[in-house]
């Protein structure tokens, strides 16, 4: 199986300021076929990484599908904020 959070963070890496801030992991699924990542970072960079109207968010949807397609699963991306506290 590709390293699908490894390859997800390599993609969304140079698109935020605070680096040391984001993670990529693996979420619990309840559909075998699909893989879910959490991508967590700033308030900033999450705004940044989703885009105006979703236009990024969708586009690394779309690049990860292509990621996940040699081991027949589908991809879901959700972006969470870290709260201000931790940041």
């Known amino acids: ?21 984001l993670t990529v992991e693996f979420g619990d699924s309840h559909d075998k076929r699909e893989v ?3 991508v967590k970072a700033t308030n900033e960079d999450i705004a940044r990484l989703i885009g105006r109207k979703g236009s990024m968010a969708s586009a690394l949807r779309q690049v990860m599908s292509v990621a996940s397609h040699t081991d027949n699963k589908r991809v879901n991306i959700k972006f969470e904020e870290i709260e201000e506290e931790n940041a």
């Not at 199986?1 to 801030?21: F, G, I, R």
Request: aromatic letters at 4%; zero cysteines; charged letters at 35%.
């Open 1 to 21: 199986m590709a390293e699908l959070d490894k390859v997800l963070y390599d993609l969304v890496s140079p698109m935020v300021s605070d680096k040391e801030h």
């Open 36 to 38: 879910l990542l959490r």
